[in-house]
């Protein structure tokens, strides 16, 4: 990776090209983890309420859990009333993040419902306000992650951007679409561009970020100075290796091979039967099991075997039977066992 920081975010130096998204139910410490080791930049957990972490929610608290192997790693946090953003803000600099990220962007109708996520780009000086009043609230760099704007009748992200940079961001992340679109159609990389032309602080394109030349194309498109990969990362955390390939000196690393798949998709969900105990764990891992999945041979049986897993043992001879079904023939270490290799 580059000597220089590929990009700085206040005063928080960022080293490489593609970050990870924040991906509720998605990017708990055991993806951000595997994300990170495999070169993404930064990473951010999982949304959490502001409100639930000021009422003293255990949960909410166990979501703001930071590694050391992760960083450098930020918390994302919800909530319309800037007080109780701030107040929330405060009480994570517990975990030490290394920056805040205030979500104005989610589209899911329970968190707009509240007026919350991208709901709050409806009201553009409360995105201002919020992000003063958490800015005022914590001593490291406050970022913003917003869509294009609510619905076709009102794309504002440009607006929306300009107001949070001049209350104190120091940078803002820009999803292509707006909440009416959710995750379809195409992202639109023009309002990106325009984000980039109208503010002075760092720009983050997000959306459509799938492969290494995607993202070369967002940084030439649009000028942003980072790219955030989501769903792209969905059972496929090499992306990020493959990118900082790609753009640190044009070349085109190949793909894992079968046996390599299966081995990083074992240490992630043994990481989180570590992290949350196997029962809880192998609830959650089970759409992370269906996406490592995608384009192997059986991949739609096995995918409804993994959506009824319960125990790591269960998930090892599913392993074995995906290995013996894609060739070349290949097994695993311990193959008997039911523990992850390492």
Known sequence: MQAQPFCKIGSLSIQGPAVLAPMAGVTDKAFRQLCASFGAAAVTSEMVSA??????DKKSFQLLSLSQEERPAGVQLFGSDPETMAQAAALAMQVHPDFIDINMGCPAPKITGSGCGSALMKDPDLCGRITHA?????????TVKIRKGWDANSVNAVAVARICAQAGADAVTVHGRTREQQYTPGCDWDIIRAVKQ????PVIGNGDVDSPQAAARMLEETGCDLVMVGRGALGNPWLFQHINAYLGHGAYLPDPSVPQRIQVLRAHIRHMCQEKGEAHAMREARKHVAWYLKGLRGAAAFRKEAGSLETLEQLDSLCVRILRQNPPEATLPDEESSTFAE
């Open 51 to 56: 409100k639930a972490l000021t009422y003293g």
């Open 134 to 142: 958490v800015k005022q609230s914590v001593t490291v760099p406050v």
């Open 198 to 201: 109208a503010v002075d602080i």
